[in-house]
């Protein structure tokens, strides 16, 4: 069935270091990625997403590059501050375009 | 700005009751979820609707219904809550695009414990 895996569960960077989080997703027809940021306790928020018309996307820090062939996409975070600190879910649209799948998720930690 | 929001940030049960949780959404979105919140094991989708009235079953139905008779309100019903069923509980909205998938706002989340 539909599948999307999440990479790695944890990641520990310092201040000012990058974040990469990768995402491959099975259903070669799913053309709609959001990345959510889950801070403790509280909802999952878009930060940023990507449509499989584009291979990449910027937002100040952030930025979302899709490998349609390969069926991945990555989530980029430099600069990283504490405040980055929370949970990251990647997602893909599937054969149902009115879900996403979701990965498990990656915790990242930002130490000062 | 989108709001969805949720009837209890926590609650806890007894094995047994009957127990409900409710959804509501202000953006006139057409499709309305619910998902199961477990460490380890991200979001897992319970169920969908995408109309009043309709449902499908997501991945993890099996103890679960839900009911949409109004468009912005979406509950789900745990018909004899188990302990199994202690967990975060998200609901999401979204609109219905034609041939695309929609960006989905999360609610804040009711986190039950049933003992």
């Known amino acids: 069935g539909e599948n999307v895996e999440q990479h790695p569960s944890t990641l520990s960077v310092q201040e000012g270091d990058s974040a990469v989080i990768k995402c491959t997703y099975s259903d070669s027809a799913s053309n709609y990625f959001p990345w959510y940021k889950q801070e403790l306790g509280k909802r999952p928020q878009l930060i940023i997403d990507i449509r499989s018309n584009v291979g990449e996307k910027k937002d100040q820090r952030i930025a979302v590059t899709l490998n349609k062939t390969a069926k991945h996409f990555s989530l980029h975070i430099t600069e990283t501050q504490p405040e980055d600190s929370a949970v990251y879910f990647c997602a893909a649209s599937g054969l149902d375009t009115d879900k996403l799948i979701f990965g498990t998720g990656t915790r990242l930690q930002v130490f000062p | 700005d989108v709001k969805v929001t949720q009837s209890s940030r926590y609650l806890v049960k007894r094995t047994g009751e009957k127990v409900f949780l409710e959804c509501v959404q202000d953006m006139d979105h057409e499709n309305m979820f619910w998902y199961r919140q477990d460490p380890g094991l991200g979001l897992r989708l319970i169920y969908f609707s995408y109309d009043v009235k309709m449902k499908e079953k997501g991945d993890i139905p099996e103890g679960y219904s839900v009911s949409r008779e109004k468009k912005e309100r979406f509950s789900l019903i745990l018909e004899s809550a188990s302990t199994n069923q202690t967990s975060m509980y998200l609901c999401?909205?979204?609109?219905?695009?034609?041939?695309?998938?929609?960006?989905?706002?999360f609610g804040p989340g009711t986190r039950l414990t049933v003992l």
């Open positions: 999401a909205s979204s609109r219905r695009l034609l041939a695309s998938t929609d960006t989905q706002y």
